[in-house]
């Protein structure tokens, strides 16, 4: 596939899988062999399967959860989405409770493509902040 088709794959991944909850399309839009790194979540995401658990994961915790791409980059094989997600803590996440509390967290992923599917993806996101605004770590820096 195209550099521009990866990159459409990509926003697809993003507005259809993420935000609507489209889960009929992850087996387009990803590999059977898919796999998600994250040093947040060091087992990662695998295959169809693993990306559908991890969409209604977070859609569960966060019903309004919606992704916003900032900037998009592709070249070859990748692309790179840099994105600014928001939601509403509403269900259980990581065995946090809800906490009702309104979250705002950046992240880049990079994507790799074959034969027009996400094969592999790494993400860095702010997990920190995220667990500082649903109030279950405290601010850095003692406010003092």
Sequence with gaps: MS????????????EDVW????LDVVDELY??????????N?????????????????RAAYPDLHFA?????????RVVIRW????????????IPPTGKQV???GINL???????AVEEWSGWDTLGMMQQIGVIPPLGGGG
């Design 3 to 14: 550099v521009e088709g990866n990159k459409v794959t990509a926003r697809r991944g993003i």
């Design 19 to 22: 935000n609507q909850g489209k």
């Design 31 to 40: 590999a059977t062999d898919y796999v998600y790194h994250d040093p947040g």
């Design 42 to 58: 060091p087992q990662g995401w695998h295959g169809q399967q693993g990306i559908r658990q991890a969409v209604s994961t977070y």
């Design 69 to 77: 791409i900032e900037d998009m980059v592709a070249e070859g094989d």
């Design 84 to 95: 600014t997600g928001t939601g509403t803590h509403q269900g259980n996440l990581m065995g």
């Design 104 to 106: 705002t967290t950046p």
């Design 111 to 117: 994507i790799r493509y074959e034969a027009g599917k």
